[in-house]
């Protein structure tokens, strides 16, 4: 209770101090920043209303399979991220020519691209070696889920009392 209390104020005091900021700068005229800050903190309401309302609506079991999926995604995106960066830097040299340019279809640099890549990893022109790792950690993650899943499961199906003996 303390710490979450805490962050809260450190970022009440965070704002306050960013709205003096704006208004004694003389960029604008305080009304305007007050009606600014009313119109963000009443749509940053709403937005988390509406998202509120809409999560409680989605069963769980739905929620987290796609996070799950999201996660993965962004886990592999990041593992080849992480192979152009080791290739451009000169320590990965195999496979580092690119498979296919993609980019007359979605340039990396497009807005589409740019959430598409934070998002799963997209590439318009990967190289073998991100390709390996993109799909070598989503294999990974699924085995591993598997492994995860089915030991649970035979640990519910265990009575109490035969992992206490």
Known sequence: GVVAGMAVLREGVEVVLFMYGISVSGGEPPINVAMGFALGVGAGAAVSFLLYRGLVAIPMKHLFKTTAVLITL????????????????????????????????????????????TLVGYRAQPTGMQLIAYFATIAIILVLSQVVNARMKRARQTPMNARTA
Not at 81 to 88: R, S, T, Y
Not at 95 to 110: K, V
Request: hydrophobic share 55%; proline share 2%.
């Open 74 to 117: 962004l886990a592999a995106g990041l593992a080849a991220q992480a192979v152009g960066i080791l290739q451009d830097a000169g320590f990965i040299q195999s496979l580092a020519d690119p498979l296919w340019n993609s980019t007359w279809l979605l340039a990396d640099d497009s807005a589409v691209g740019r959430v598409l890549r």
